[in-house]
Nanobody, 122 residues
Framework: QVQLVESGGGLVQAGGSLRLSCAAP????????MGWYRQGPGNQRERVAS???????????YYQNSVKGRFTISRDDAKTTVYLQMNSLQPEDTGVYFC????????????WGQGTQVTVST
């Protein structure tokens, strides 16, 4: 089972930026699409972005409508790490952010990491 370790969250004012990182060591990293998920207060966990595999992975990305144009997902296969650059943050972006592999649009691994808290103040 892959151990997912998210980091980079924090408290930021509206309009600010954060860059999240997710370390996902394991030989399967290169072959898996990866995604970032968000669980806001009182809400279910939802996928906000995902990225495909291979040299043209950046050509195969998904963004939830609410984050399009503000968030950018990327991956570094050599470091088995996936990133989420978040710009123009808004209070509704507040939540715990998790990463997971993605298969068929659904999270692949049953075990999640601890997540990283993002809090956006007004």
């Amino acid at each position: 089972q892959v151990q997912l370790v998210e980091s980079g969250g924090g408290l930021v004012q509206a309009g600010g930026s954060l860059r999240l990182s997710c370390a996902a060591p394991g030989r399967d990293f290169r072959s898996n699409a990866m995604g970032w998920y968000r669980q806001g207060p009182g809400n279910q966990r939802e996928r906000v972005a995902s990225i495909g595999t291979g040299a043209s992975a950046s050509n195969f990305t998904y963004y939830q409508n609410s984050v399009k144009g503000r968030f950018t997902i990327s991956r570094d296969d050599a470091k088995t790490t996936v990133y989420l650059q978040m710009n123009s943050l808004q209070p509704e972006d507040t939540g715990v952010y998790f990463c997971n592999a993605v298969k068929g649009g659904l999270p692949l691994y049953k075990s999640w990491g601890q997540g990283t808290q993002v809090t956006v103040s007004t």
